[in-house]
């Protein structure tokens, strides 16, 4: 964890005291710059059937998790 | 002391095991064309492939025997390292940051930071992982040759040799595609050997209802080794895991949890062999599903061995905690399911080792020789490399899993390097990630500088000054999986 607060906390401190990269070079690396549209699905339609969806997945396995717990909590 | 008396019929299932896998190795070479091919399986792998690749390359024995191991030692709260410590990072690589990995068509997790910052970032971070990994390849193989020692009796160095022979065949012969439909095998073989050992088990001690039992009557769990957050509260923990929510939550469910899952190349690499944006991003939500339930079969048997085995948790010998599922496989299995289950544990140490011999070749590979040492060269030549660097990586990792045969507390110290290179990593990429502003020196140094703190951290706990409360609790702040420092 303190490794975690230094490394950020340096990142930051240096990178306000060094130039920025532009943008250009920073596309499809940096959230905003980025196309984040899943493009998956127009390539093949068979992609976007509802259990393929990622969100749904992970949606579903954080609830599992929570359900998990709470049947030991009880 | 453990001895088991293997028949013919389970040293037939180990031959099996050992044909089909040079098998699936000798298949594979027929796909290898490009470098691609040979390094990510030329990005054509289906999800639910990829996705079992993922949790397998993770459910190396380290794992299941240790992870075993705090369940018999901590009880039920164990089950933390599943599902907080797991199952949030792993959902969080495949919706937010596998778009930046897989659509930047990067070949590795250094090659982000190179695009991303700059070359000496890159340089840093590629030979910090590859030292690491080979390392941990090492202690991985070290750790199966103890296990086949107490059950079979063979001597440490003959285990070490034929296991990491066959991981090299394997591998040099059809590369990443050879180790992941592997370990897709290897997940369902030790899937095979733990339903069994856990159900049997369970049937010993009377079902759960009489383990719960035994376990509120032992001495050493107690009623709140059955509940994973009973008495976590910040400042008064009760709970036998020894450490507070706060520090389960932040330390163990996001530092250590998300550098692991999120940055380690030898996880994220399987996601990047997949065959597009949609499978890659499914692939760590498909691993998800079985982590969920892994605990039961890992954490169950650690406790029916707690309740079971007589004298467990000695500091030597061949009743330690470590050995939890080993010497529950030689009390209850009847020979051939014995052989299976001796087999599941063989396959999971052969992940561990080859997910980590694949992340390696291709870092080197790509992430060294292609981009510092000679730039352009025909595709042959980087694949030819590439079997050289499997060579070569192998054998540094036989002559680690000698010297720590040699030298128990080296594992340690090979575990906490790990950690040391880790945790920092976690900060940079998400710093990179939704930071535009964040410059190439900024994220040089704050890598850097991320790394000599987990240093510092780690002596000033180790030489005394820094009190973090139990070894577990101080692991949770510090590094990755407890069960390694507990392995000596």
Excluded: C
């Excluded at chain 1, 905003?32 to 093949?44: F, I, K, V």
């Excluded at chain 2, 048997?301 to 030689?330: E, F, H, R």
């Excluded at chain 2, 870092?363 to 042959?380: F, H, I, T």
């Amino acid at each position: 964890l303190a490794a975690f607060v230094v490394d950020v906390v340096v990142t930051v401190a240096v990178s306000l005291a060094t130039q920025p990269k532009p943008d250009h070079e920073l596309r499809g690396l940096v959230w905003g710059l980025t196309e984040t549209r899943d493009t998956s699905a127009e390539e093949d339609p068979a992609e976007w059937v509802w259990w393929r969806r990622p969100a749904l997945l992970g949606g579903i396995a954080l609830l599992l998790t929570a359900l998990l717990y709470l049947i030991f909590v009880f | 002391m453990f001895r088991v008396h293997a028949g013919a019929i389970d040293y037939a299932m180990l031959a099996i095991y050992f044909v089909v896998v040079l098998g699936i190795g000798f298949i594979a070479r027929r796909q290898v064309h490009t470098g691609l091919d040979f390094f990510l399986s030329g990005r054509s792998l289906p999800a639910w492939i990829t996705g079992l690749a993922f949790i397998a390359a993770n459910l190396g024995a380290l794992e299941i025997l240790g992870l075993a191991a705090n369940g018999a030692k901590y009880g039920v709260a164990t089950v933390h390292f599943y599902w907080i410590g797991a199952i949030p990072a792993m959902v969080f690589l495949g919706i937010v940051m596998m778009p930046f990995y897989y659509n930047s068509k990067v070949r590795s997790v250094p090659e982000y930071l190179r695009l991303r910052f700059n070359d000496p970032t890159h340089v840093l971070n590629s030979l910090s992982f590859a030292v690491a990994t080979v390392l941990i390849a090492g202690v991985n193989l070290f750790a199966m040759a103890l296990v086949i020692r107490l059950l079979l009796g063979w001597p440490i160095p003959i285990s070490i040799v034929l296991a990491a022979g066959i991981v090299l065949v394997y591998i040099t012969l059809g590369g990443l595609s050879s180790a992941i439909y592997n370990e897709v095998l290897q997940f369902f073989v030790i899937l095979a050997g733990l339903v069994p050992l856990t159900i049997v088990g369970l049937k010993a001690v009377g079902g759960w209802n009489g383990l719960q039992d035994k376990i509120t009557q032992a001495k050493a769990l107690g009623p709140l080794a059955l509940e994973p957050w009973g008495g976590t509260g910040a400042g008064n923990v009760t709970n036998p895991i020894g450490a507070d929510w706060i520090a389960i939550v932040f330390g163990l469910g996001f530092v250590l949890s998300f550098g692991y899952w999120t940055t380690n190349f030898a996880e994220v690499q399987r996601a990047m062999a997949a065959k597009n944006l949609s499978a890659a991003r499914r692939t760590p939500l498909i691993a998800a599903y079985p982590k969920l339930f892994i605990p039961f079969l890992v954490v169950v048997p650690g406790l029916i061995a707690a309740v079971t085995v007589k004298g467990l948790g000695a500091k030597t010998g061949d009743l330690q905690y470590n050995n939890a599922v080993p010497i529950l496989i030689s009390t209850y299995l009847p020979n051939g399911m014995l052989g299976i289950a001796i087999t599941g544990l063989l396959a999971a140490f052969m992940a561990g080792v080859a997910a980590n011999v694949t992340a390696f070749n291709t870092v080197v590979s790509y992430d060294l020789w292609q981009a510092y040492v000679r730039k352009d060269e025909p595709d042959e030549y980087y694949i030819r490399f590439g079997r050289i660097a499997t060579v070569l990586g192998i054998i540094v990792a036989i002559g680690t899993a000698f010297i720590a045969a040699g030298f128990n507390s080296i594992m340690d110290y090979i575990q906490a390097l790990f950690s040391f290179f880790n945790a920092p990593l976690f900060a940079t990429f998400i710093v990179a990630m939704f930071w535009k502003r964040a410059t190439s020196w900024g994220g040089f140094w704050g890598l850097l500088s991320g790394t000599f703190a987990a240093v510092a951290v780690h002596f000033l706990h180790s030489r005394g000054p820094l009190d973090l409360g139990s070894p577990l609790a101080a692991d949770f702040w510090g590094r990755w999986l407890p069960s390694w420092s507990t392995w000596s």
